[in-house]
């Protein structure tokens, strides 16, 4: 268990270009260890970018990214090896099952087989997915695709869970497990970090959040602290801004 | 209604024009390979015109039919030449089925192969314009000949689109479109000797095919011509039911469709337990090895370089004269080696985004590399090396064995190391996951053709000592240079394959999140 003075995550003035855009820019962001965080922010917001980089997979422009005191980007493997990382938008070796698939991650973090092997079952039956695990990921739903790659995230035991968009496309059951899992797992000294558009799941589940906009973070603090007395989703859109006002065009109007 | 979904599918081929300058390219090259084509078609039926009835009819009929069959069931195989327009997202829209009935065959007719075809088809009004009548009767089957082409098309592939949803089966039928198309030469050979042969019985095969669906149109301005009106009537009889039960299947068969648009079908395919996993050794190698052997087995894209191996001996035999020169099958085993050796330095670029995994655990290197060598080494040495043994004992020319033993290991061992040190390195725009093995990107398919025809130039100097040696070795009938091929092989491409390895590692270990980038860009 990490000591619980160095925070689980620390980033420092990182930055990512692309292009002339800058899509995060000079970010700085800490998550205590033992926190349950949650990431908010509009469409293109850098959320994903940020998370990216805190993981190790994409290289920052500049700034630093530490995990438990280990800085990600000198020490890579170490780094790794502390992180479980559930990522948005990348493909996954679909054409295995979903056991060979957690079989696969467990091998490749340098598990022992036979740990992989319990664990596997463990996972595939703790998120719904025991009677999948012989069918090829590829002809699974889009629910049980987020599910299998959070099994993938989870199979070598990290302090640190980073989560982007775990909940979208799961359906309520599996989310309500999903959550007690983690929930579990963050009482039990873990840290998570999930980025999230559903407002009312991030103020139910977060006990702290931070909300990134153009690349910046621009409120970050304990739940409470950012919400301010609101609710999650009406400071949200307080400080990001762009709701249109009005009831939309005359036409749409039925009466 | 019609006009708005004609001009839908004009609009959608000229917006995915403008998104790629060199798919312009393509379509121009495209458009005057087919001019060039329907000249000659066009060309030959205005010379038919002074040829004998019946020879003309012979010809008309038998190219007519070709014609309507081609159409009908080529888009099958190919998953479709033409879905611009796709009735699955058209499902939506409040649209009458009869109008899009006739807004489809409208805008099939209408597309580059439905004009060269209508055109062609014009061209046999040309043929009968020897009297009036059969000039007419050309006209209304020149009409009645394209939609039948057109709506056969859309027919089969409304009713296929039922049963082949899944992803198994359209995945089979890309597979074996391939291996014709491979085998082209040979059987434009073979075809063509055949109806040199069986020109005397050509009239009477087109009499039989005046009267199937698909010739029976193109009988009729003939039989017009020749003055047998009853025979002519009976195949215009036949010509239209065909259209008419062509139009109702496919009527049927879309009015299906728009109630309940196909969906990826879930093929449940149990495997059971972890496979390959559980045999490879339970370390980072060994499920690299275990992963890439799997998809060997169940990606299409893999499947497409493993079918390319039945081909070459085929091939080879055809250019040896089909037997008459059996010396050249021997080089079966070397090239059958190449393309296995070589077919892995786009590795990575298969694995797409997935090979986030890889960065994200943070696997070494050369776990990486030597594990999607390994699993390729696995079944190509012992096939490589089982090719060369047979290719000798066909042609029986054992005093080559040796050296050719030589050559072979040196290239595998060499064209492993090359490729574990490209794929490291290199992205190439590949098809995706799920894709058709044979959808180019565009300009991938110029770029992979460069650094595939580079990186054999670099393997031919890599193996040249054993390469040498063996030639050597057969010019001077010297059984010993052959054997001594064997170890220079073995050592040169073992040094060569830890060195491919530790530097495409090395390469990995630095460059990950950059490949990952790189890969990310062209998803």
């Known amino acids: 268990m990490a000591t619980t003075s160095t925070p689980a995550l620390e980033i420092r003035h990182l930055t990512k270009r692309f292009g002339t855009n800058a899509a995060v820019d000079d970010l700085d962001l800490v998550v205590p260890s033992g926190s349950f965080f949650g990431l908010v922010g509009p469409n293109g917001a850098g959320k994903t970018t940020t998370l990216s980089m805190a993981t190790g997979l994409l290289r920052p422009d500049a700034g630093t990214v530490s995990i438990h005191g280990v800085d990600v980007w000198t020490n890579l493997v170490k780094a790794k090896s502390l992180v479980g990382n559930l990522s948005d938008g990348v493909r996954l070796f679909d054409r295995l099952t979903g056991t060979q698939l957690v079989t696969y991650a467990g091998l490749l973090y340098g598990m022992d087989r036979d740990v992989v092997t319990a664990r596997a079952a463990d996972l595939l039956t ?130 | 209604m019609v006009a708005t979904l004609v001009r839908l599918r004009f609009l959608l081929l000229a917006n995915g024009l403008r998104k790629s300058p060199w ?32 020879f003309a ?299 986030a995994l890889h960065v994200q655990t943070g696997v070494s290197g050369i776990a990486d590399r030597l594990g999607r060598v390994i699993a390729l080494a696995v079944f190509a040495v012992p096939l490589s090396l089982a090719l060369v043994v047979a290719s000798v004992a066909v042609s029986n020319t054992w005093q080559l064995l040796p050296g050719l033993l030589g050559i072979t290991i040196g290239i595998l061992l060499s064209g492993f190391a090359v490729s574990s040190l490209i794929s490291g390195r290199l992205t190439f725009p590949v098809p995706a996951p799920g894709e058709s093995p044979f959808k180019a990107r565009p300009g991938g398919g110029f770029s992979l053709m460069l650094t595939t025809f580079a990186s054999w130039a670099v393997l031919g100097v890599l193996i040249l000592p054993e390469l040498v040696l063996a030639l050597v070795g057969f010019a001077t009938d010297n059984p010993l240079l052959g054997w001594l091929s064997i170890p220079v092989g073995l050592i040169v491409g073992t040094a060569l394959l830890v060195l491919g390895v530790r530097l495409g590692g090395r390469i990995l270990d630095r460059r990950a999140p950059e490949l990952l980038a790189q890969l990310q860009k062209q998803k």
């Open chain 2, 57 to 355: 009819r012979t010809l008309v009929v038998l190219a007519g039919a070709a014609t309507i069959l081609g159409w009908t069931f080529l888009p099958v195989l190919t998953s479709g030449i033409d879905q611009t327009v796709d009735t699955a997202r058209l499902a939506p829209f409040p649209v009458p089925i009869n109008t899009l009935v006739l807004a489809l065959a409208v805008s099939g007719v209408l597309g580059v192969p439905g004009i060269v075809t209508s055109i062609a088809a014009l061209g046999t009004v040309v043929t009968w314009s020897r009297d009036p009548l059969a000039a007419f009767a050309a006209l209304v089957s020149a009409a009645i000949g394209v939609f039948t082409a057109v709506v056969g098309s859309r027919m089969l592939a409304a009713l296929a689109s039922r049963i082949g949803a899944g992803r198994r089966a359209r995945e089979a039928r890309t597979l074996i479109v391939f291996i014709p198309l491979l085998l082209l030469g040979p059987i434009i050979f073979l075809v063509s000797n055949l109806l040199r042969e069986a020109s005397d019985i050509l009239p009477t095969i087109a009499q039989v095919v005046g009267w199937t669906p698909f010739g029976a149109v193109w009988a009729v301005p003939a039989d017009v011509a020749s003055g047998d009106f009853a025979k002519a009537g009976f195949e215009l009889l036949i010509a239209l039911a065909t259209l008419v039960l062509f139009v109702a299947l496919w009527r049927w068969g879309l009015g299906r469709a728009l109630e309940r648009p196909a969906r990826a079908a879930t093929a449940q395919v149990s495997k059971r337990g972890s496979g390959l996993f559980g045999i490879f050794p339970g370390t980072p190698t060994g499920a690299v090895a275990a992963r890439a052997l799997t998809y060997w087995v169940r990606d299409p894209r893999y499947a497409q370089s493993l079918i390319t191996i039945p081909i070459v001996p085929a091939l080879l035999f055809f250019w040896g004269g089909f037997g008459e020169n059996l010396a050249i099958l021997v080089w079966v085993g070397p090239v059958v080696a190449v393309l296995l050796a070589m077919s892995i330095y786009t590795d990575v670029s298969y694995d797409n985004t997935a090979f």
């Open chain 1, 126 to 255: 703790m998120l719904d997915l025991e009677g999948a695990g012989s069918t090829l990921v590829v002809d699974y739903s889009a629910g049980m695709t987020k599910k299998i790659a959070l099994a993938c995230a989870l199979v070598h035991a990290p302090q640190l869970l980073v989560l982007d968009e775990p909940f979208e496309s799961v359906d309520p059951v599996s989310a309500a497990n999903i959550r007690d899992i983690l929930e579990g797992f963050v009482k039990s000294g873990g840290t998570v970090i999930v980025s999230s558009h559903v407002m009312d799941l991030v103020q139910r589940m977060c006990d702290h959040v931070a909300v990134i906009d153009k690349g910046r973070v621009i409120a970050a603090g304990t739940t409470d602290e950012v919400r301010a007395g609101s609710t999650l989703e009406d400071r949200f859109v307080e400080l990001v801004g762009g709701r249109n006002k009005g009831e939309g065009p005359e036409w749409l109007r039925l009466s």
């Open chain 2, 23 to 54: 798919q312009i390219v393509a379509v121009i090259l495209g458009g005057l390979y087919g001019l060039f084509l329907l000249g000659i078609v066009i060309v030959g039926l205005i010379a038919l015109r002074a040829a004998p009835i019946d």
